[in-house]
């Protein structure tokens, strides 16, 4: 399936717990090319990826026709700011982002303060803490929704509907997605088309409602479209952050000299999050298509085939970052490209960095150390393709 000299396979739970080996191979070289289940384009160099990213007219974020796509695709079909491209992009980009404005970002802190506070409050009695299932796993789904303006009662279910569904897009491809993966798909449309209904008809002081009243002199997301893109924000607002959190506090156990650094210095909490963000981002790659034959780095990429632009490698890339296996809590610069480049930059990464500063922030300050619980124990990341997460993080607290 690959050349000799490096090895790629997303379908390999091994590869997926640890990719990182197997990037200098990639970074050292024009993109790489193998069969997965079409031809595929492994584009990691930092100066690659930024130019491919940028490059919208000559890369398209349409999905290629794979098997299972149409029972799996989480957005019924419609198009959204993640999976379109300009002028469809533009228009969906710009009404949903009068939603979703840094003020309403930077109105959300104190909330997701206390909601934090909460959280922890609940696991600092014990002298072990397992950190997924305490704060980074209900932090973020709380958050979104909230933020959407669904029922306390339900956070529980959004999160096991967000999980089943991630964890189905990692499937072999041989196997297709997993009954739970589709029931959760299922389950999760019908329940935000009867919230969006609701609101519709009662208005209140959430983002469901103020989609709905989004405008655009006569224009205004369709139903289809709005439903898509709310599930976009539970799916991509909940499991990205959930992520960030949990890798983040891994790479400071790891470090404790760093984590001692952050400790003395919060200021520096900020610059930490970048480098979390760089160092073991929760997004690892991105699918483009070319839309006509083109070369990229000094390979040849033919046109509909598959471009993967792997972010967590152009994230190490030593042309552009100094020492990058180093975890380094003060990096300076730090132009990541974990929240992607160019028209399709995550429209939630100040909601994203919000959350993680304020995670880890009180995580350091509720606990005087952070370290593994047992550091032989073989940690289990969450099956998929693009996202990586991790199960648990059992971590002694005292």
């Known amino acids: ?6 090895y790629f396979n997303p379908f390999d739970p091994e590869f997926r717990a640890n990719p990182y080996p197997h990037f200098p191979a990639l970074l050292d070289a024009p993109p790489r090319q193998l069969k997965l289940f079409m ?24 999905r290629p ?40 970002v930077r109105e959300l802190e104190p909330r997701v303060r206390e909601i934090t506070a909460d959280l922890l409050s609940r696991a600092a009695e014990s002298s072990e803490v397992e950190a997924m299932a305490a704060l980074a796993n209900p932090l973020p789904v709380i958050v979104i929704a909230e933020l959407l303006g669904v029922s306390a009662a339900d956070h529980a279910q959004f999160k096991q509907w967000s999980n089943d ?4 897009f990692g499937q072999d491809m041989a196997t297709g997605p997993s009954a739970a993966g589709l029931a959760a798909k299922d389950e999760l449309r019908r329940y935000l088309a009867e919230a969006i209904k609701q609101r519709s008809a009662n208005p209140a002081d959430d983002l469901i409602s103020a989609l709905i009243a989004a405008r655009d002199e006569s224009d205004a997301l369709s139903e289809n479209e709005l439903l898509a893109f709310v599930v976009l924000l539970l799916l991509a607002g909940n499991e990205t952050t959930t992520n960030l959190i949990g890798n983040g506090l891994l790479a400071l156990c790891r470090h404790p000299e760093q984590q001692q650094r952050l400790r003395e210095n919060r200021e520096l909490i900020p610059k930490a999050i970048e480098e979390m963000l760089r160092y073991d ?11 006509a034959a083109t070369n990229v780095g ?4 033919p046109e509909g085939s598959l471009a993967f632009i792997l ?88």
Do not use: W
């Open 165 to 168: 569904m991630i964890s189905s």
């Open 311 to 398: 972010l967590a490698a152009a994230n190490r890339d030593p042309a552009h970052f100094p020492n990058p296996e180093n975890f380094d809590v003060a990096r300076e610069p730090n132009e990541h490209v974990s929240f992607g480049e160019g028209i399709h930059f995550c429209l939630g990464a100040p909601l994203a960095r919000l959350e993680g500063a304020i995670a880890i922030e009180q995580m350091l300050d509720k606990f005087p150390r952070l370290q593994l619980a047992d550091p032989s124990a073989k940690l289990e990341y969450r099956g998929s393709m693009a996202l990586r997460g991790l199960s648990e993080l059992r971590l002694s607290a005292r």
């Open 1 to 6: 399936m690959a050349q000799p000299d490096f």
């Open 39 to 62: 031809p595929t384009t492994l584009i990691a160099r930092y100066d690659d990826v930024v130019s491919v990213l940028h490059d919208h007219e000559r890369f398209t974020v349409r």
């Open 281 to 291: 981002p929760p997004v690892q790659m991105t699918v483009r298509i070319p839309t």
């Open 65 to 104: 026709e794979i098997p299972f796509r149409e029972r799996i695709d989480p957005f019924g079909g419609a198009p959204t700011i993640l999976t379109a491209d300009p002028p469809v992009h533009s228009r969906l980009r710009k009404l949903v982002s009068k939603a979703f404005t840094p003020r309403r």
């Open 298 to 301: 000094g390979t040849d990429v």
